[in-house]
């Protein structure tokens, strides 16, 4: 995809081997332009369509041992940019690597499709509009709305070690959302999709119906549950309720000695039954990526097999203080995790359940010191489960535990994913509930 003009790449070239004569060891611009159409529902009705065009250009520097970083939005400032840099590397972060890697090729993974291109406002408007009526239909004073959105990014980046890099990708979205108030309540819910090519999962009516299962799974609130029982999390509570694994794994927080992990690499910290792997190969997903923002090739990492911790993830940066390579991970976060499924279908592990809760979101989550595990949260969008039936939905009630505790207990993960974020649903014994007081 060559949309940079040969002068604006010239520009940013010149840009590279100014910072170089000028007592840089190591420099890169990067340059991404994006455009994105919105439209959005609230209450019922149309509220907003919206085009946004960003242009987003910056330039970092290395200049003895530290690191500046400018940034604008119009090529023809990167000279002055580069000013800016160079002045802010004097006073700047302490850089543990003196220049960018050397130039590697990177994996032929697919990030644009034309078809998001081809995605306008009138169809996101009748998908989206879809939804809103549908919801709109199960209850007059339900408040109801949706959004859709499409975008498209381009990136160019180019760094003093040799490294040019051109791509492309696209993302679509569309959901919804309800809110239903009523004597000393409030029942909302939402969801929506997301992905880089239009494909099945772009389907308003299953959004809608998956909706309209959940207003009916609600009317009835149930009696709450005190003690400790099995709980089912959806595949997006799974993914945030392994925020302090992924923090622990941080290579900065292991290099400054305060990842709780520091000294667990090749121990087990899950059930066996657990395999976690970062994959930023995936065609078409919005977590995917060829490069990271040094230039270092993405790769599949395994980060836990067979429940073991078995990798740190590191920047450029972080692994000049550890001593090791780089993982080709933007701020030493994994990029699209993906956990192993198992042999239970979710609707088999919800049939198990004689009492329990069905989770699918928490409120107040990771709030206070939770680096090591524990939480204590309100359950935000749940459901009772009686004798492997949903009975009504969970309220004024909160659960607690240790993610690592629970995590090497009894858990079992289902056969069905989540597409969008690679998570299939997963059941785990030992969650202890209590009634909210008010």
């Known amino acids: 995809m060559n949309w940079i003009s040969a002068s604006e790449r010239d520009r940013a070239r010149q840009t590279i081997e100014s910072a170089i004569r000028r007592g840089a060891s190591g420099a890169i ?23 946004e065009i960003h242009h987003n250009l910056s330039c970092r520097v290395i200049v003895n041992g530290r690191t500046g970083t400018a940034a604008g939005t119009d090529p023809a400032q990167l000279p002055a940019l580069l000013d800016r840099a160079m002045m802010l590397a004097g006073i700047g972060a302490v850089s543990h690597f003196d220049r960018f890697p050397d130039p590697a090729p990177g994996a032929p993974v697919k990030l644009w499709s034309d078809s998001v291109s081809r995605l306008d406002r009138e169809k996101m408007i009748a998908d989206t509009g879809i939804i809103v009526d549908g919801l709109a239909r199960l209850d007059p004073a339900m408040d109801c709305g949706g959004s859709a959105a499409a975008v498209r990014s381009r990136c160019y980046r180019v760094s003093s070690s040799g490294w040019e890099d051109e791509c492309g990708s696209t993302l679509w979205s569309i959901g919804g959302q309800y809110t239903l108030a009523g004597d000393n309540d409030i029942a909302m819910d939402g969801t929506g999709r997301a992905w880089g090519e239009i494909n099945d999962e772009y389907d308003p009516h299953a959004i809608l119906a998956e909706l309209t299962a959940r207003y009916a799974r609600g009317k009835r609130i ?9 709980v089912l999390l959806a595949p997006g509570l799974f993914r945030r309720m392994l925020k302090p694994f992924f923090a622990g794994i941080d290579g900065r927080a292991v290099a400054k000695g305060t990842s709780p992990l520091k000294d667990r690499l090749g121990t087990g910290l899950f059930a066996p039954s657990i395999n976690i792997t970062d994959d930023p190969h995936i065609d078409f997903c919005p977590d995917s990526g060829i490069f990271d923002a040094d230039g270092v090739p993405t790769r599949p990492t395994p980060l836990i097999q067979n429940g073991t911790l078995c990798r740190f993830l590191y920047d450029c940066d972080t692994a000049a203080m550890c001593g090791t390579e780089p ?18 279908p979710m609707q088999e592990l919800l049939g198990s359940i004689r009492h329990g809760l069905y989770l699918r979101d928490l409120m107040g989550l990771w709030r206070g010191n939770w680096t090591n595990g524990d939480f204590a949260a309100a359950v935000g969008i749940g459901y009772v ?13 909160l659960v607690s535990g240790n993610l690592f505790d629970l995590m090497r207990g009894n858990v079992v993960c289902s056969s069905d994913r989540e597409t969008r974020h690679g998570f299939p649903w997963l059941l785990m014994d030992g969650v202890s509930v209590a009634r909210q007081q008010r």
């Open 327 to 344: 993982t080709g991970h933007d701020d030493c976060s994994p990029c699209h995790p993906v956990v192993t499924a198992g042999t239970t």
């Open 29 to 51: 611009v990067t340059h991404i332009s994006s455009d994105r159409s919105d439209v959005e529902f609230a209450s019922g009705k149309l509220k907003t369509v919206a085009t």
């Open 222 to 230: 149930a009696a709450p549950l005190e003690g400790t029982f099995p």
């Open 385 to 397: 489960v009686e004798n492997g039936e949903i009975t009504g939905r969970a309220k004024d009630m």
